[in-house]
């Protein structure tokens, strides 16, 4: 492929989705690359994260939903999300120079172009994707930002095998908790959770009662609650939580994996006496609130890896027309860790 390519591919919605992802939802599009503002860079994409908030983006509901964290997507637009790639042209104010290594918002294409404010300057030549688009900032921050995780906390994080929790049970670990438990959807994830990320137990939705489960693996009780599902998950692990513990929700897969329809409500029936009794704190929370945990998580990052106490588990897909087989995999519940595209 040369430097300089006058066009490019995307990956546009061609209609709204209803209910699970038909991969007639989407186009792949050869589209011409604009020449760079004053202010502007083109970017090749080396690789892009697949989140499942995109299939709920696609739907048509998303058009009036309000407070959404990510714009919602109309026929005929171009999908985002994370992405790593190299400065191919930049603009003639621009202060960031060809070559130079970026990430950006603008995946699902293989060039983008970008105002440089919009870019952040990856400081490497081989940037390991999963520690610049995988979530463990985001566990990161939640865990030494949101609430913090004290020397012989029980922590249990609910679905421990995705792109969030596959990092906080091991995080957590490295930050003083002495026992981690996680949740996830099938025996066989629970296995790779105990095999490959250290989690002390795991329980599933196909195990039994979640209560009973939840109270068998942590039979002392909980002091940190990470939740990404919401439900019946969150309501047993607060009335298993111990006095003063501290929970932080980071997502609602109860809502966004609905069967028919991916949704902004995720309701819960939560017994509150046991947050006045046992003084809890639970909170809602986005890593987009603590921006300075990024260059944090990047050094203790790289400390971690240096000891080999942490692993960057991701599921990989190969060129763009791969991606929407890895949207389909990761809605389904198929997928462990962040989900990346490589081109």
């Not at 290594?101 to 172009?113: D, Q, S, Y």
């Amino acid at each position: 492929m040369s430097a300089n390519p006058s066009h490019t591919r995307e990956v546009k919605l061609v209609r709204h989705v209803r209910g699970e992802i038909d991969p007639g939802d989407f186009n792949v599009v050869e589209t011409p690359i604009p020449a760079p503002g004053p202010h502007e860079v083109v970017v090749r994409n080396s690789w892009f994260r697949v989140s499942i908030s995109t299939r709920l983006m696609a739907q048509e509901d998303a058009m009036a939903a309000e407070g959404i964290p990510f714009p919602p997507l109309k026929p005929g637009d171009t999908l985002a999300d994370g992405a790593i790639g190299e400065v191919v042209q930049a603009g003639s104010a621009c202060d960031i120079s060809v070559g130079s290594f970026v990430m950006h918002p603008l995946g699902w294409r293989e060039h983008a172009l970008l105002h440089e404010d919009d870019c952040r300057l990856i400081d490497c030549s081989e940037p390991d994707p999963a520690a610049y688009l995988g979530h463990g900032w985001t566990a990161y921050a939640a865990l030494t930002r949101a609430i913090k995780v004290k020397d012989g906390d029980t922590v249990f994080v609910t679905s421990g095998a995705g792109a969030i929790g596959s990092m906080a049970g091991q995080i957590a670990r490295l930050l003083g908790a002495t026992r981690v438990v996680g949740s996830t959807s099938s025996d066989r994830k629970a296995r790779w959770m105990q095999d490959a990320l250290g989690y002390d137990a795991v329980v599933t939705r196909e195990g039994g009662p979640m209560i009973e489960q939840l109270a068998d693996a942590a039979p002392d009780g909980i002091d940190v609650i990470v939740d990404m599902v919401g439900g019946e998950q969150l309501a047993a692990a607060v009335k298993l939580a111990r006095d003063g513990a501290r929970g932080v929700l980071l997502g609602a897969l109860t809502a966004e994996l609905n069967e028919d329809k991916a949704s902004l409500q995720a309701p819960v029936t939560l017994d509150t006496f046991h947050l006045i009794f046992k003084d809890m704190t639970l909170r809602g929370y986005s890593a987009d609130h603590s921006p300075e945990a990024f260059e944090c998580w990047l050094r203790d990052l790289k400390t971690w890896k240096r000891e080999g106490s942490i692993h960057l588990p991701s599921a990989t897909f190969k060129g763009i027309e791969s991606a929407i087989t890895a949207l389909q995999d990761a809605c389904a519940g198929r997928l462990t860790g962040v989900v990346l595209v490589e081109l």
